[in-house]
């Protein structure tokens, strides 16, 4: 429940943490013969799984493409000696080089890893962390800056440069509240604010850094409660709005990044997206506490035509089987889909593959709010 009720429910997500009569303790298991092994430029994925906040549950699994195996939990096992194994909420992961690296968000850290073994480096501090982009040697990590906590007090938020040769943090540049999702287009990097600890008063601005100076330069005007940020190969960027969960539905809009236009509003809930060969796939699950239901949405955009394309993605018994989609991920080689199921959020979730037509191809167990994909390449 963390990604769609933490901008303003923290106190309800914490009581309901306390409350869990389901606790699961996962284990490192293998499940062999999962798929048919592949032989591409592509060895597997690793995918994190949140865990509920607070119950210090985070995990990694790896699908193995060359044999067709599935890992769940493997951190524990490779690094027995780390206190706590991953922590408290992984909120993003990814390959740059030959690191792996995994923001665990309430343990105010990034760990990073070998990409080939998991085998822990190094743990770097940064408050609230979030979520990374990289580019030229140096990591970018947007951070809320305070503690996990509704305040309309609340600071604003920054982004980190980290040295990814020392895994040293470099320099700071404040931008605007609660800062998600980050991406970098030329020299300028661009951080989608939430500004969700100041319910009702959300933020609605992307800012804009100049990479040279590590300054903001601009913040561009979007909507409320902003979150997923993507960019595609035509200097455009895709950037969601979470809306109020009230009054204010959730939405898509693209933006033009060379000069801060917000181009169009697609008027569709994304809760999560992946551009992949110039096809932008989501779904939304979008909540309204007015309602207290969800509604589920899939589709794909084509990023050239910047027009929806499709409002599917996998056939429709999936779309009715999976309860809380919470992962979406895409291998660019074969196209196959991945999405997760984090159910109630506190039991065990799954992960489902279908090829690029949207068809099932097999299904497994991950771990408790499954959530992060990062492809591994040979």
Same mark, same amino acid.
């Given at each position: 429940?963390?990604? !769609?009720?933490?901008?303003?429910?923290?106190?309800? !997500?914490?009581?309901?943490?306390?409350?869990?009569?389901?606790?699961?303790?996962? *284990?490192? $298991?293998?499940?062999?013969?999962?798929?048919?092994?592949?032989?591409?430029?592509?060895?597997?994925?690793?995918?994190?799984?949140?865990?509920?906040?607070?119950?210090?549950?985070?995990?990694?699994?790896?699908?193995?493409?060359?044999?067709?195996?599935?890992?769940?939990?493997?951190? /524990?096992?490779?690094?027995?000696?780390?206190?706590?194994?991953?922590?408290?909420?992984?909120?993003? @992961?990814?390959?740059?080089?030959?690191?792996?690296?995994?923001? +665990?968000?309430?343990?105010?850290?990034?760990?990073?890893?070998?990409?080939?073994?998991?085998? *822990?480096?190094?743990?770097?501090?940064?408050?609230?962390? *979030?979520?990374?982009?990289?580019?030229?040697?140096?990591?970018?990590?947007?951070?809320? /800056?305070?503690?996990?906590?509704?305040?309309?007090?609340?600071?604003?938020?920054?982004?980190? $440069? +980290?040295?990814?040769?020392?895994?040293?943090?470099? %320099?700071?540049?404040?931008?605007?509240?609660?800062?998600?999702?980050?991406?970098?287009?030329?020299?300028?990097?661009?951080?989608?604010?939430?500004?969700?600890?100041?319910?009702?008063?959300?933020?609605?601005?992307?800012?804009?850094?100049?990479?040279?100076?590590?300054?903001?330069t601009k913040k561009i005007?979007?909507? +409320?409660? !902003?979150?997923?940020?993507?960019?595609?190969? =035509?200097?455009? !960027?895709?950037?969601?709005?979470?809306?109020?969960?009230?009054?204010?539905?959730?939405?898509?809009?693209?933006?033009?990044?060379?000069?801060?236009?917000?181009?169009?509003?697609?008027?569709?809930?994304?809760?999560?997206?992946? @551009?992949?060969?110039?096809?932008? =796939?989501?779904?939304?699950?979008?909540?309204?506490?007015?309602?207290?239901?969800?509604?589920?949405?899939?589709?794909?955009?084509?990023?050239?035509?910047?027009?929806?394309?499709?409002?599917?993605?996998?056939?429709?018994?999936?779309?009715?089987?999976?309860?809380?989609?919470?992962?979406?991920?895409?291998?660019? @080689?074969?196209?196959?889909?991945? +999405?997760?199921?984090? %159910?109630?959020?506190?039991?065990?979730?799954?992960? =489902?593959?279908?090829?690029k037509n949207g068809h099932?191809?097999?299904?497994?167990?991950?771990?408790?709010?499954?959530?992060?994909?990062?492809?591994?390449?040979?």
């Amino acid at each position: 429940m963390k990604k !769609l009720n933490i901008c303003f429910f923290v106190f309800v !997500l914490t009581f309901l943490v306390s409350c869990r009569t389901d606790d699961i303790i996962v *284990r490192p $298991e293998v499940e062999e013969g999962l798929a048919q092994p592949e032989n591409t430029a592509i060895k597997g994925f690793y995918l994190l799984n949140e865990g509920n906040m607070g119950s210090n549950k985070c995990t990694l699994d790896f699908f193995d493409y060359t044999t067709g195996t599935y890992h769940r939990n493997i951190y /524990a096992d490779i690094n027995p000696n780390v206190v706590k194994e991953l922590g408290d909420v992984g909120n993003d @992961i990814q390959i740059y080089g030959n690191k792996l690296y995994a923001v +665990i968000n309430v343990s105010n850290k990034i760990e990073v890893m070998d990409a080939k073994t998991a085998k *822990r480096i190094k743990s770097i501090t940064v408050e609230n962390c *979030r979520y990374m982009t990289f580019k030229d040697g140096k990591a970018y990590a947007s951070s809320y /800056a305070g503690p996990v906590s509704l305040d309309p007090n609340a600071p604003l938020g920054k982004v980190v $440069e +980290i040295d990814t040769a020392s895994l040293t943090v470099q %320099r700071e540049v404040v931008v605007g509240y609660q800062p998600e999702e980050i991406q970098i287009v030329g020299n300028q990097l661009f951080v989608a604010n939430s500004g969700g600890y100041k319910f009702p008063n959300y933020d609605r601005t992307v800012s804009v850094v100049d990479l040279t100076t590590f300054k903001e330069t601009k913040k561009i005007d979007v909507a +409320i409660n !902003l979150h997923r940020l993507k960019k595609d190969n =035509y200097g455009d !960027l895709y950037v969601t709005s979470r809306g109020d969960y009230y009054t204010v539905p959730s939405s898509l809009f693209l933006i033009d990044a060379a000069t801060g236009t917000v181009k169009k509003d697609f008027h569709v809930s994304v809760s999560e997206m992946t @551009i992949v060969n110039d096809k932008l =796939y989501y779904y939304g699950n979008e909540f309204n506490y007015n309602t207290h239901t969800y509604k589920k949405s899939f589709g794909i955009i084509d990023v050239k035509t910047e027009e929806i394309i499709s409002n599917k993605i996998i056939d429709q018994e999936y779309v009715d089987a999976i309860k809380t989609p919470y992962g979406i991920a895409v291998n660019p @080689i074969s196209e196959d889909i991945y +999405i997760t199921d984090a %159910r109630n959020y506190v039991s065990t979730g799954f992960v =489902y593959c279908f090829n690029k037509n949207g068809h099932f191809k097999w299904k497994t167990e991950g771990g408790n709010i499954p959530a992060h994909f990062t492809f591994l390449y040979k």
